[in-house]
């Protein structure tokens, strides 16, 4: 298809997005809620076409790329349908944001302002490999009264296709306009470069994936967009640490599923703990396929424990965010040290450390400048299932606007409303 025609096509369905979105915005919760329970039964019912479909693009990852961890992202099985089904119902049982008033004021003049909670609009998502954005995005969208116009990778067309399928009937049988999820099913580059210049149909565009993905969005797009999101995360091991805590938690956080933006990328450990931490964490992590680059201090600690899963660390390792089963070490000697590294290397995604220490606690909190800060937990939990929301539409690591998961509220405005009796201004 020539590129003419492919833009005309996604105008088309800009279009119609935008006419849906106006609808959507009036309908009712129960309508939306409506909708949303049959997204999550469509889901379990329509099982074994979404897994066949997601088949194809698991085994075709694999070809292109045999390591099961990077297919990770993209494959669906009965267990993860079953936890997205569970996703859309809780954001079934959350209030909806629309309509709600807040910021009451009456003026001296006697007119009573308010702030009115409202849809943007229509928001614009382009992602990759992973199928489960595709219901997190939608559902989060129809809570709130939006359209979407919806982009997936290449990776995951058929899961996408699938899935789309099961949502518009969804919408359709509870009697909104299916037109509310738009998902653009070419693959071509030319339909990302329309999109970015949409902005007469999208109200607000995300991008989820690569970090070029990201920039190319921060650079090119027209509208409103939020470009933050790359998960570049630490933890770091303070000298008051529980150790067994510390175990736990980066284990987790580096293998519970590694090819996710909030798993550890890098972990510092303070000198006073690394002899005693790290040859337990290493080997901990090594049995479960981590390759672990070094610093010459780790090297020293760690030199009884040597072979492929060992490598001394590059400059680039410091900064990069893996989503393999690759963790950067480095020894430090003081809390100061590892905010520095982290103010250096880091994205403002999610940060943790481990301590019993109140004051380093606090300093932490109060000193790391990120979207999510963790005292003594796993950064596995930066996700807006885990923080209650039902899902996420990103986790934005800008600061205006939204930061962090981005759930229902994320995707609103508001206007103000203005009630008076007969005033005008003199």
């Known amino acids: 298809m020539n590129s003419r025609k492919l833009s005309e096509q996604i105008n088309t369905l800009g279009h119609e997005a935008r006419v849906a979105s106006r609808l959507l915005a009036k309908s009712s919760t129960e309508a939306k809620n409506q909708a949303l329970l049959n997204i999550s039964e469509a889901l379990l019912s329509k099982r074994d076409m979404i897994l066949e479909s997601n088949r194809l693009d698991y085994e075709a990852a694999l070809e292109k790329d045999p390591n099961p961890v990077n297919a990770d992202r993209l494959m669906l099985n009965a267990e993860r349908l079953?936890?997205?089904?569970?996703?859309?119902?809780?954001?079934?049982?959350?209030?909806?944001?629309?309509?709600?008033?807040?910021?009451?004021?009456?003026?001296?003049?006697g007119l009573s302002l308010k702030k009115r909670r409202v849809p943007l609009g229509i928001i614009g998502v382009i992602y990759?490999?992973?199928?489960?954005?595709t219901v997190e995005i939608a559902s989060l969208c129809l809570k709130t009264g939006n359209a979407t116009i919806l982009r997936g990778g290449s990776e995951a067309l058929n899961s996408n296709?699938?899935?789309v399928v099961c949502i518009k009937d969804a919408i359709r049988d509870a009697g909104l306009p299916s037109e509310s999820v738009q998902f653009i099913e070419s693959t071509d580059r030319v339909a990302v470069n329309h999109m970015l210049n949409m902005r007469e149909y999208i109200d607000l565009l995300i991008p989820r994936g690569s970090e070029s993905l990201v920039r190319l969005v921060a650079e090119k797009a027209t509208m409103p967009a939020i470009t933050g999101g790359v998960g570049?995360?630490?933890?770091?091991?303070?000298?008051?640490?529980?150790l067994e805590k510390a175990l736990a938690i980066a284990f987790n956080a580096k293998v519970q599923r590694p090819s996710v933006c909030n798993a550890l990328d890098t972990l510092l450990v303070h000198s006073a703990v690394a002899s005693e931490y790290l040859p337990r964490l290493a080997e901990m992590w090594i049995q479960s396929g981590v390759t672990l680059h070094i610093d010459e201090r780790a090297m020293n600690v760690l030199g009884s424990l040597q072979g492929p899963s060992i490598v001394a660390a590059k400059d680039e390792d410091w900064g990069r965010e893996y989503l393999s089963l690759d963790a950067a070490?480095?020894?430090v000697d003081s809390l100061d040290d590892a905010m520095f590294h982290i103010e250096t290397y880091g994205s403002a995604h999610s940060e943790a450390i481990v301590t019993e220490s109140d004051k380093a606690a606090n300093r932490f909190l109060d000193e790391i400048d990120a979207a999510v800060v963790f005292v003594n937990a796993s950064t596995r939990f930066t996700d807006g299932g885990e923080f209650g929301f039902g899902a996420e539409v990103a986790i934005s690591t800008d600061k205006i606007h939204a930061r962090g998961p981005m759930g229902l509220k994320e995707i609103t405005s508001y206007k103000w409303t203005v009630v008076g009796t007969g005033q005008v201004r003199l």
Not at 99 to 109: H, I, S, W, Y
Not at 128 to 133: A, G
Request: proline residues 4%; charged residues 35%.
């Open 329 to 331: 070490v480095k020894v």
């Open 232 to 242: 570049v995360s630490h933890t770091y091991i303070d000298s008051d640490a529980d």
């Open 128 to 133: 990759e490999s992973r199928p489960n954005v």
């Open 161 to 163: 296709k699938a899935l």
């Open 82 to 109: 079953a936890d997205m089904a569970d996703g859309v119902r809780k954001i079934v049982s959350l209030n909806d944001p629309i309509g709600e008033e807040f910021d009451e004021t009456t003026l001296e003049n």
